[in-house]
């Protein structure tokens, strides 16, 4: 079973008192709870991509828990904090790798950081996929009812323009229009959404 959850003693830096009171004000407390329990499946993933041992990868993600909340006063509130608890993950399990020899399996650390970084290439390609089908969603939301309609059909119930346009009562011709002003207003509306998004 996979341990996704953060064991902390009463003598480790936070306590659970801490945490659980983390939610009644904005402290840096609740800003690492939030940020961390949004995250903490990614990130055990991510240290299991490096160990393919559930044992270890559980102890490597203790730790890396307790080392983010003693460091977390260094990360900065705005940016990314996968990154900044890739990092640290990636030098526990480095440490895991010099403390326990026999584990090594032959892998360089040149190897391990080529690997730290095609997941890094790999995660952020799938945040940006994210975020487009969020903006998807959002400039779906703002089509009028007409163009609402076309795309329920066309896209989920997967009709064709005649089959639309039987059932509609208009012409294949309108309907055939009406899906190219559909994807055009999407295509746009996205568009300018990821653009203001990476501004």
């Known amino acids: 079973m996979v341990k996704t959850g953060c064991i902390l003693h009463s003598t480790d830096p936070i306590s659970k008192q801490q945490l659980s009171s983390a939610d009644s004000k904005p402290t840096s407390a609740s800003l690492f709870r939030q940020l961390f329990e949004a995250d903490k499946n990614r990130l055990y993933a991510y240290i299991y991509a490096f160990v393919s041992n559930r044992a270890i990868a559980d102890d490597i993600f203790q730790e890396t828990c307790l080392t983010l909340w003693k460091e977390f006063e260094k990360f900065e509130p705005g940016t990314n904090f996968s990154k900044w608890a890739n990092v640290i993950a990636f030098n526990r399990v480095r440490h895991y790798r010099q403390v326990n020899k026999k584990y090594q399996l032959g892998l360089s650390d040149d190897f391990l950081q080529e690997f730290s970084r095609n997941i890094a290439i790999m995660e952020s390609r799938y945040d940006s996929q994210e975020q487009k089908w969020r903006h998807l969603e959002h400039c779906k939301s703002l089509l009028s009812a007409p163009l609402r309609d076309i795309y329920q059909r066309f896209y989920a119930q997967?009709?064709?323009?005649?089959?639309?346009?039987?059932?509609?009562?208009?012409?294949?011709?309108?309907?055939?229009?009406?899906?190219?002003?559909?994807?055009?207003?999407?295509?746009?509306?996205?568009e300018q959404k990821n653009t203001g998004a990476s501004v």
């Open 158 to 190: 997967n009709l064709t323009a005649p089959e639309i346009a039987q059932s509609t009562g208009r012409s294949i011709h309108a309907i055939r229009k009406a899906v190219h002003k559909l994807r055009k207003r999407l295509f746009d509306c996205v």
